[in-house]
């Protein structure tokens, strides 16, 4: 349940672990993270949040250079950074520590397909949802871009239905894009006022929040389009902030 308040919640609690526990790296790793999500996700006002991740990942990796969860920070770090190499070799490595690991090979895949290397991230993918079916909802996303972008909108609306991670506004966001590509206009009329209820700024800062994952010109160019285009984001405030 990925909310402003479980998130903050979340973080303070990691910020005692490590003081508690300075040595021990996945809490490290878990940190980064949390604050790599505050970035991507808007969820908090940290000063320099990708930094801060950073460090944590570093110093998690400094003192287990086997900590599986610390290559997965750094992967999204340099996603947001796109160093697309970067985000190529920490996944490369972090499949390397474990290539049974669901949670990572699935985060790994993620980055990999979000980075363009879809056939090799869709892949690792399929195996982290074989290895644990009860995998989290984001491991989605890069399966609805795929289809998406090919025009394949049934397909795509079933990824987003499969999202399912309620409070977090990427939720109502990807059913906003699919069913307006439907031309399900009640629907997803009623989807984008779930999405301004948890993102109130979403359309003055559309791009900005779509290039957070959506690193493929092209595909977010089309997102935003078909939003505006059936009149479910001004056109004023999407282009004038790309």
Known sequence: NVTPDTHREARQALEQAV???PTYAPAWAALGGMYANAYILGLDTLEDPLGEALNCAN????LDPICQDAYGVLANIYFQRRDREGVRRVCRRSLELNPNDAANVGAAGFWLALVGDEESGLGHLDRAIALNPFF?????????LHH???GAAEQALVEAQAFNMPGLFWDPLLQTVALSQLERMNEAQAALRELLQLKPDFPQRAHHYLGMFVIAEDVLDRMLSQL??????????????K
Do not use: K, Q
């Not at 989290?136 to 609805?144: A, C, T, V």
């Open 59 to 62: 110093r998690a990796i400094r």
């Open 136 to 144: 989290p909802g984001w491991f989605r996303l890069p399966y609805f």
């Open 148 to 150: 998406f972008a090919r």
């Open 19 to 21: 003081m508690a526990a």
């Open 228 to 241: 505006v285009a059936e009149g479910l984001l001004d056109i004023a405030g999407a282009m004038e902030e």
